[in-house]
């Protein structure tokens, strides 16, 4: 299949377009290289010794854009490009709006021009907002608590609409909860621009000696041990639910949602042991105030992605660790 893959340089982006080079599709990557490294699909294409196509696109930019479908003709689109930064967009939502929602007015409307009906979309757990109840169902009340989580769920409104409005037309949402890791080879990996917010590469900065400890943001919820807990989802993981998304798009007319996660939670410090098991290395942490909109513990039910695509996470937290360490060790991203 031809596939259109914006931000696919990126963290899960760059994971999915090796699988799906590996699967034998063909692809053309649209990045704009805000948070990735142009250097990334030397990576991809020497782990599946195949070469793809990388233009420098904006969502943004209609002409490149549309030159892009124009030339390649896709039958599906696979939209990873977005803003994902909590704490930016309360800062600067109309940013956020553009590129979140705008963008995919843009790629939704060339999708028409170009008869593609086909389109994997990127949403996040943030649209649940604060779970009500655990495990986390599709069925969940949506009530985002950050700009940044509004636009995700603008986005998967018009996702619906746009099914609804003509036939053949066929979306998987795919909402990811905490994604982590890398490939087990260490070339690819996340590699964030400007200081990263997520626990993962704030635990390998610490470990590297280049923050002097980690923050833990809060001690007093109620989990085994007090710290809040999340659903990390391997990298890996996340990417191979993309390509049973597209199994899936091959098959059906309209929208399907899904959660993608693994369906248990771990706590700050279960993360923290896992990294030293791995590294050998002692994490340095304090603990500090709770973070303002942190639930204290957040994880899937992943029953209707395995029933309807038959997708079931692998990786466990110890190979979440090793692979981000190995990354972290081989590429050095982060220094
Ligand atoms: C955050 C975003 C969420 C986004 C997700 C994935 C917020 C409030 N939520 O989720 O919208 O979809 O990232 O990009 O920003 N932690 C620490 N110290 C740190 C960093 C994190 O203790 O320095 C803790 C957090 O309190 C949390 C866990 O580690 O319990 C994971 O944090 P993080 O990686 O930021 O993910 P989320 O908070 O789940």
Same mark, same amino acid.
Do not use: A, C, K, R
């Given at each position: 299949m031809r596939i259109l893959v914006t931000g696919g340089n990126g963290y899960i982006g760059s994971h999915t377009v090796r699988q799906l080079l590996a699967a034998g599709h063909r692809v053309l990557v649209l990045d704009n290289f805000s948070n990735s490294k142009q250097e990334v699909k030397i990576e991809i294409q020497r782990l599946c010794n195949l070469s793809y196509d990388l233009e420098e696109v904006d969502i943004l930019d209609n002409d490149k854009l549309e030159c892009a479908f124009r030339n390649f003709?896709?039958?599906a689109v696979m939209h990873f490009a977005g803003l994902k930064a909590v704490a930016e967009s309360f800062k600067v939502p109309e940013k956020y709006y553009r590129e979140n929602v705008v963008g995919l007015l843009n790629i939704l409307q060339l999708m028409e021009k170009y008869s593609c009906k086909n389109i994997v979309f990127s949403s996040s757990a +943030?649209?649940?907002? &604060?779970? +009500?109840? &655990?495990?986390? +169902?599709?069925?969940h009340g949506l009530n985002p608590i950050s700009p940044y989580g509004r636009s995700k769920l603008v986005g998967e409104n018009i996702i619906k609409d746009w099914s609804n409005a003509g036939s053949d037309r066929s979306a998987v949402i795919l909402r990811y909860f905490n994604p982590v890791g890398a490939h087990s080879s260490g070339l690819i990996g996340e590699n964030p621009t400007g200081?990263?917010?997520? &626990?993962f590469p704030i635990i390998l900065r610490t470990i590297l000696g280049i923050q002097p400890n980690l923050e833990i943001?809060?001690?007093?919820?109620?989990?085994h041990d007090g710290t809040a807990a999340r659903d990390y989802i391997h990298i890996e993981d996340l990417a191979s639910a993309h390509l049973a998304a597209l199994d899936l798009l091959a098959v059906f007319e309209g929208v399907e949602t899904f959660n993608v996660g693994t369906g248990r939670s771990y706590t700050v410090l279960d993360v923290i042991k896992a990294f030293e098991h791995v590294t050998k290395i002692q994490v340095p942490y304090k603990f500090v105030d709770r973070r303002s909109g942190d639930a204290p513990n957040c994880f899937a039910d992943v029953a209707k992605i395995k029933r309807v695509l038959g997708w079931t996470s692998q990786y466990g937290l110890h190979q979440m660790c090793d692979t981000a360490w190995n990354w972290c060790e081989t590429t050095k991203p982060l220094t």
């Open positions: 003709q896709p039958e +943030t649209v649940y907002g &604060l779970p +009500t109840i &655990l495990p986390i +169902t599709e069925e200081v990263p917010s997520n &626990l943001y809060g001690y007093d919820y109620d989990t």
